[in-house]
């Protein structure tokens, strides 16, 4: 099955600084990938997704990169902001079809110093 | 429009007990899926319902089952509860498959 890992765990940076959170899967034939932000004691919010026929998608402040053939994608969020502080969780899966599983890595705790 | 409603908010039960959660999706979402969120694992996927069947499961003993019912909403049952059963369990709803909306969990303590 798919294995999502997720580096930083943990990333602290200062308001206006630009953060950074990559992840890699472990299936070939994922083709969807979301980035969810947790605040904590809040529910995980989709922030921004991406499908593999792109390589690039931005919004605002925060903008996704895939990288098919290593396997790869990145959480890039520039200007940070103390309410930026949260956890965010990479995911992967084949969208679509009976086995479909989104699978999630294990989270990155950004914390943006005032 | 209403989000994901989870129910009880939290939940303490002795081990060895059974314990039983409750989702309601967004209006119009068929599909309801289950994760576990125990600290420093991230979101664990439990089980996926679509139209009333269970469609997926993760590596989760069989001890932990579930079923949707006829209006979309779901309960997840955990058995022979083990200490480690201890975490947030988060229920989503989808209507495309892809985007994933989260209710605020069931905290369920197991002592």
């Known amino acids: 099955g798919e294995n999502v890992e997720q580096h930083p765990s943990t990333l602290s940076v200062q308001e206006g600084d630009s953060a950074v959170i990559k992840c890699t899967y472990s299936?070939?034939?994922?083709?969807?990938f979301p980035w969810y932000k947790q605040e904590l004691g809040k529910r995980p919010q989709l922030i921004i997704d991406?499908?593999?026929?792109?390589g690039e998608k931005k919004d605002q402040r925060i903008a996704v990169t895939l990288n098919k053939t290593a396997k790869h994608f990145s959480l890039h969020i520039t200007e940070t902001q103390p309410e930026d502080s949260a956890v965010y969780f990479c995911?992967?899966?084949?969208?679509?079809?009976?086995?479909?599983?989104?699978?999630f890595g294990k989270g990155t705790l950004l914390t943006v110093n005032p | 429009e209403a989000g994901v409603t989870q129910s009880p908010t939290h939940l303490i039960k002795t081990r060895g007990q059974q314990a039983t959660l409750r989702c309601s999706p967004i209006s119009g979402h068929t599909s309801v899926y289950w994760y576990q969120q125990a600290l420093g694992l991230g979101l664990q996927f439990l089980l996926w319902y679509d139209e009333g069947e269970e469609r997926n499961r993760g590596n989760f003993p069989p001890r932990f089952s579930g079923r949707q019912f006829p209006n979309y909403s779901s309960e997840l049952n955990v058995n022979a509860l083990e200490l480690e059963d201890s975490a947030l369990y988060l229920c989503a709803s989808s209507r495309d498959g892809e985007k994933l909306f989260f209710g605020s969990g069931t905290q369920l303590s197991v002592l």
């Open positions: 995911a992967a899966s084949r969208s679509g079809g009976s086995n479909y599983k989104l699978t």
């Open positions: 299936d070939s034939a994922s083709n969807y």
């Open positions: 991406i499908r593999s026929n792109v």
